[in-house]
């Protein structure tokens, strides 16, 4: 009896001992799919795998985002070495569009009460329908992918294909259902004991989540900062400042301060170009742009060269992110301010410098009639801050005070002042 006791206490023991050893990571995605997000998440991934943890959960909540970018984020789930697990939480949240994708590809999918997943149409720059005949191609790639993931997980993939080719979206109850989703918990806790002990398909890890303790993680500040600074908004507007920054320091040498911040804002801008889907024609449009307005405050064109000048940068910050689907686009609000408030500065420039060139000369050898000077030696005098030859009917004296009344060539004719 007492080695019985003896027995299952140790067993109690080991028991205890391995469930404090399970370690659960809960990876918060609250943000679009873009090229910042998916190197965050799929690190988080690395980490989990290299820290031991038993499981990485994606706590999920996202309006979708970039397709190429979402393909990079499935292929490390369907790699990890660990088993991942994806809940759509908290109560309110959706997995839309790209967030389908990567639910798909975990090997438990679940939902929290009160969020819902779908509408993975694939749409345009503009939030709109692709073209008719690039419309199938890329309809069919969707579907043919998502209906993959779905069934290889055991999941429905008739609904997968509803997902892509009608934007069906479907609560957490419709989601169980139809058996798009795994299950239905409240909490990430009630979550891990809810699939403790199962078996993921295809992959086959054996879940050991129950009473885990769970390591919570989101971006950290650099992260999100790289997300903002990849707004096509933000993006357009450091790279124009970053322009007129260098621009101004070409033209103005020594001021130094825009230059340098023009060199800051054009080194960002490129970061965002480098990683967001670009239209090299829209691209070339503002490059364009701005160099019909320069040209313009150096060439008499009555302001045609202006205005060809702004419609070429409002149309070129327009295509700029044309081929990034929604939320990816450049505002049309912003591109007419900027258009607008950029031609109105241009027209007070360029009246400036139109009035400036008609001014009458105001310096220079025919404004020094009347000037006063000082004789200096050598029979020079010294008007308006030059030496001058000069000449007199009485001789003249270093020092002596003098008033020009002619002038012939190089040489001034003076009196002397009484």
């Known amino acids: 009896m007492l080695a019985l006791l003896l027995a299952l206490a140790l067993a109690g023991g080991g028991n205890a001992a391995a469930a404090s050893r399970r370690h659960v990571m809960a990876v918060h995605f609250v943000a679009d799919v873009d090229p910042v997000t998916q190197q965050w998440l799929n690190d988080k991934i690395g980490d989990a795998e290299r820290g031991g943890y038993d499981a990485v959960v994606i706590v999920l909540d ?9 393909r990079k984020i499935v292929k490390r789930e369907l790699t990890a070495k660990l088993p991942v697990i994806v809940y759509v939480a908290p109560p309110g949240a959706r997995a839309a569009s790209a967030g389908v994708w990567i639910g798909q590809a975990a090997d438990v999918l679940a939902m929290a009460p009160g969020t819902n997943i779908g509408s993975s149409t694939p749409i345009n720059g503009n939030g709109q329908d692709i073209g008719k005949d690039l419309r199938r ?30 934007a069906s979206n479907l609560t957490e109850r419709e989601a169980l259902q139809q058996n798009v989703i795994d299950l239905i918990a409240p909490t990430l806790p009630s979550l891990l004991r809810k699939i403790d002990g199962t078996t993921t ?39 124009l400042a970053g322009i007129a920054g260098i621009g101004f320091e070409i033209f103005h040498p020594g001021v130094v301060l825009p230059g340098a911040l023009g060199a800051v804002a054009l080194v960002t801008a490129l970061f965002g ?40 940068l409002g149309v070129g910050m327009l295509m700029l ?25 241009w027209a007070f420039a360029i009246a400036k ?9 105001t310096v220079g050898p025919q404004t020094i009639l009347g ?12 008007v308006h ?5 000069a000449r007199s009917d009485t001789p003249l004296e270093p020092g002596e005070h003098v008033q020009v009344v002619g002038r012939e060539g190089l040489v001034l004719d003076v009196r002397a002042l009484t």
């Open 385 to 389: 801050g030059e030496l001058w030859q």
């Open 137 to 166: 191609k890329v309809v069919n790639d969707a579907a043919a992918s998502l209906r993959s993931l779905a069934k290889t997980h055991g999941r429905n993939a008739k609904w997968a294909d509803r997902a892509v080719r009608e």
């Open 321 to 345: 992110f044309h081929d990034a689907p929604s939320p990816y686009e450049t505002s049309v609000p912003l591109v007419l301010s900027v258009t607008l408030g950029l031609g109105l500065l």
């Open 62 to 70: 996202t309006p979708g985002g970039l397709s190429e970018s979402m």
């Open 273 to 312: 170009l480098s990683v967001l889907p670009v239209s090299w024609s829209g691209l070339v449009l503002i490059l364009l742009g701005i160099a019909l307005l320069v040209i313009d405050a150096h060439v008499v064109s009555h302001g045609a060269l202006t205005v060809s000048g702004l419609i070429s």
């Open 371 to 382: 000037e006063e000077g000082v004789v200096r030696t050598g029979g020079l005098v010294f």
């Open 353 to 361: 410098a139109v009035q400036v060139r008609r001014r009458p000369v």
């Open 201 to 239: 398909v295809p992959r086959g890890f054996t879940l050991h989540t129950a009473n885990a303790k769970i390591d919570d993680v989101s971006p950290g500040f650099f992260t999100r900062l790289l997300t903002t600074l990849i707004d096509p908004n933000i993006v357009s507007l450091l790279f």
